[in-house]
């Protein structure tokens, strides 16, 4: 077995987090570190080790549902030690944040510890839907709204189509709440959207994943995600 994939089982990361750790040496393998990513391993005979803790494979799988709070890292470490989702998703199991949520957007964080999961829901091929809603300074115009739509230039690549929606318009205060569904996963990639388009986002939050809906989860709640949401989940990245 490869070793990043193993890794990823324990639930130390997603695998192509797993490969950074490697190839940053933070992994070893029956006491010999380890950093390029061609290592196989023996689960039952070899010995692994992460930061110099040996590692040790939970049986069950995890999987907790955030509403991730402004002013929170989604790192599992941060070097200016700011609050981090795992210090408010305090469980006994190693987990870990799918995917990322800017420092100051709040909304739907999935944590678990199926290193399988994580990479399907983070990999472009299996085009997982994410909902936002987006509070932007300015009325939005339709030539905007078709521009968010079909694409719009950001970092010197155009995005791919988006559903976009206009919620509300708050005239008095010359705002708009928007509803914005992407399939993508670039950095920052909904406020620049908007900015591209020509508006600060005031606010942001993601509301689902695929079928996972925040639902009534208040800000800095967790809970645990039903059967059915772990079912419907794996179905919808092959598992």
Do not use: W
Not at 5 to 18: D, E, F, H, T, V
Not at 41 to 68: A, F, H, R, W
Not at 91 to 109: A, F, Q
């Amino acid at each position: 077995m490869r070793l990043q994939k193993y890794l990823a089982q324990c639930g130390i990361g997603s695998r192509r987090i797993c490969e950074r750790y490697i190839l940053n040496g933070d992994v070893s393998v029956n006491g010999v570190p380890v950093n390029e990513l061609g290592c196989k391993i023996d689960p039952e005979t070899d010995q692994v080790s992460y930061k110099g803790e040996v590692i040790k494979c939970s049986e069950s799988k995890v999987y907790y549902m955030l509403n991730k709070p402004k002013a929170v890292v989604t790192t599992s470490k941060d070097q200016f030690n700011r609050l981090s989702v795992l210090d408010i998703v305090k469980v006994k199991e190693r987990i870990y944040p799918v995917g990322r949520l800017d420092y100051n957007t709040t909304g739907l964080l999935v944590l678990t510890n199926d290193g399988e999961l994580a990479q399907r829901l983070t990999h472009p091929r299996h085009d997982i839907e994410k909902v936002y809603r987006v509070l932007v300074q300015g009325n939005v115009t339709q030539e905007e709204l078709n521009l968010l739509r079909h694409g719009i230039v950001i970092d010197g690549k155009k995005t791919r189509k988006s559903k976009v929606t206009i919620v509300k318009y708050y005239s008095g205060k010359n705002r708009t709440l928007l509803e914005i569904c992407i399939r993508e996963g670039r950095n920052r990639q909904v406020r620049k959207m908007c900015q591209a388009a020509g508006h600060h986002v005031i606010y942001l939050e993601r509301i689902a994943i695929g079928s996972l809906n925040l639902g009534n989860l208040k800000i800095g709640e967790y809970r645990m995600l039903t059967l059915e949401e772990k079912s419907q989940l794996k179905k919808e990245v092959g598992l």
